[in-house]
């Protein structure tokens, strides 16, 4: 405790006179008093905008608290107090003319800029006059501008390699590109560097042809480029159906599904062929022809049949020629059958 008062005391060097020997005589209790905490709302302002240091848990009955400029409580550094027995504020040596202290314990800081990105400190004396305080430090950004993109040449051969390059004003921003309008997926041909500024793809292929952007952005703005356009220049050996993945995906399971069912019908003529009657009957069109295949289902010769059982169908019995047996009337269905050897 009196380690914690002494430390505390140190930093009191500024406040003279009553104020300085009322702290003196007393004890600082943290465990009794609600933490005093200040957000600067937002954390991160734009450069020439305000942003609201916002205090919380001012003690209720306080006597008086001060802004600092920085950590150190240095009489040159104070921004302004109110004292709240006159309900009055006063401005200090660090006072720029763009603050406004509230009665509350906040303070609203106008067009700011890079130079005030720093902490600022709020004091507080409570009602024992107690001395409590906190820091807070807010961010300051310009708007990013627009970047460029440099591209080593904008018509590739496949195979060949690019190096795309973002140029931007601006430091301390963030790098993402952009692959026609979407974010780049990168694929394990493209290299990044260590800033993502330059992308390198090596070895291209034709799927990388197409608009390439580079976006910047820092916490409070982002920019995106202009499109580049790169062409790829197919190589012959590279494929040439030159079909998009999903194309290609389609015709596998187009070419799978077809397999199927072939096999399916196979299947089923097979089925058809052993588990069928006595006769061995297969159902197939056949056009009328003077073919060697013998036609009469008398004629049961094994060396003119192959392996393969087949029958004949013909609904144009005038049109067939049929062999000497089994003749019927020309209008008929003629109603063949090959026996299997
Ligand atoms: C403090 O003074 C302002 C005007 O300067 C007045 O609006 C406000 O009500 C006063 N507050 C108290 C607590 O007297
Ligand atoms: C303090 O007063 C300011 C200005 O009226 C206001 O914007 C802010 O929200 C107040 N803070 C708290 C903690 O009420
Ligand atoms: C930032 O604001 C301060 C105070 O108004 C001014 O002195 C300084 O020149 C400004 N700096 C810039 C970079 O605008
Ligand atoms: C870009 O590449 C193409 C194809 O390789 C080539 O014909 C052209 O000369 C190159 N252009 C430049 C500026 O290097
Ligand atoms: C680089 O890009 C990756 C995503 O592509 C991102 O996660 C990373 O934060 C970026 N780094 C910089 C410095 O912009």
């Given at each position: 405790?009196?380690?914690?008062?002494?430390?505390l005391?140190?930093?009191?060097?500024?406040?003279?006179?009553?104020?300085?020997?009322?702290?003196?005589?007393?004890?600082?209790?943290?465990?009794?008093?609600?933490?005093?905490?200040?957000?600067?709302?937002?954390?991160?302002?734009?450069?020439?905008?305000?942003?609201?240091?916002?205090?919380?848990?001012l003690?209720?009955?306080?006597?008086?608290?001060?802004?600092?400029?920085?950590?150190?409580?240095?009489?040159?550094?104070?921004?302004?107090?109110?004292?709240?027995?006159?309900?009055?504020?006063?401005?200090?040596?660090?006072?720029?003319?763009?603050?406004?202290?509230?009665?509350?314990?906040?303070?609203?800081?106008?067009?700011?800029?890079?130079?005030?990105?720093?902490?600022?400190?709020?004091?507080?004396?409570?009602?024992?006059?107690?001395?409590?305080q906190?820091?807070?430090?807010f961010?300051?950004?310009?708007?990013?501008?627009?970047?460029?993109?440099?591209?080593?040449?904008?018509?590739?051969?496949?195979?060949?390699?690019?190096?795309?390059?973002?140029?931007?004003?601006?430091?301390?921003?963030?790098?993402?590109?952009?692959?026609?309008?979407?974010?780049?997926?990168?694929?394990?041909?493209?290299?990044?560097?260590q800033?993502?500024?330059?992308?390198?793809?090596?070895?291209?292929?034709?799927?990388?042809?197409?608009?390439?952007q580079?976006?910047?952005?820092?916490?409070?703005?982002?920019?995106?480029?202009?499109?580049?356009?790169?062409?790829?220049?197919?190589?012959?050996?590279?494929?040439n159906?030159?079909?998009?993945?999903?194309?290609?995906?389609?015709?596998?399971?187009?070419?799978?599904?077809?397999?199927a069912?072939?096999?399916?019908?196979?299947?089923?003529?097979?089925?058809?062929?052993?588990?069928?009657?006595?006769?061995?009957?297969?159902?197939?069109?056949?056009?009328?022809?003077?073919?060697?295949?013998?036609?009469?289902?008398?004629?049961?010769?094994?060396?003119?049949?192959?392996?393969?059982?087949y029958?004949?169908?013909?609904?144009?019995?005038?049109?067939?020629?049929?062999?000497?047996?089994?003749?019927?009337?020309?209008?008929?269905?003629?109603?063949?059958?090959?026996?299997?050897?």
């Amino acid at each position: 405790m009196e380690l914690a008062s002494a430390r505390l005391l140190r930093g009191q060097i500024p406040w003279r006179g009553l104020l300085l020997t009322a702290s003196l005589l007393t004890y600082w209790s943290p465990l009794t008093t609600a933490q005093v905490t200040v957000d600067a709302v937002p954390p991160n302002v734009v450069e020439e905008k305000s942003v609201l240091l916002l205090a919380h848990n001012l003690p209720q009955e306080f006597q008086v608290f001060y802004w600092y400029k920085g950590t150190t409580l240095n009489p040159d550094s104070e921004i302004a107090r109110y004292i709240r027995s006159d309900n009055m504020s006063k401005t200090g040596p660090a006072y720029s003319g763009r603050e406004t202290i509230y009665s509350n314990g906040s303070l609203f800081f106008q067009n700011v800029n890079k130079t005030d990105e720093r902490a600022y400190t709020l004091s507080v004396f409570d009602q024992q006059f107690n001395p409590i305080q906190t820091s807070v430090q807010f961010r300051v950004y310009q708007p990013v501008t627009q970047p460029s993109i440099q591209i080593t040449n904008t018509t590739v051969k496949e195979l060949g390699s690019v190096t795309l390059t973002c140029f931007s004003k601006d430091t301390g921003v963030s790098v993402r590109w952009l692959f026609n309008s979407q974010s780049l997926q990168l694929t394990d041909r493209m290299t990044l560097s260590q800033d993502n500024s330059t992308l390198r793809i090596d070895p291209i292929k034709r799927e990388d042809a197409g608009d390439y952007q580079c976006e910047i952005s820092n916490p409070v703005s982002f920019r995106i480029s202009h499109p580049i356009k790169l062409d790829v220049i197919p190589d012959p050996t590279q494929g040439n159906s030159g079909l998009s993945e999903g194309a290609i995906a389609g015709i596998v399971i187009g070419s799978v599904a077809g397999v199927a069912l072939i096999a399916a019908l196979a299947y089923f003529l097979y089925s058809r062929k052993t588990g069928g009657g006595s006769d061995h009957r297969d159902l197939t069109e056949h056009k009328p022809s003077t073919s060697s295949h013998n036609l009469g289902p008398s004629d049961d010769s094994p060396n003119k049949v192959d392996d393969v059982s087949y029958s004949v169908l013909n609904f144009n019995a005038q049109q067939s020629k049929r062999p000497t047996s089994a003749s019927s009337s020309p209008t008929e269905t003629v109603y063949s059958v090959v026996k299997k050897k």
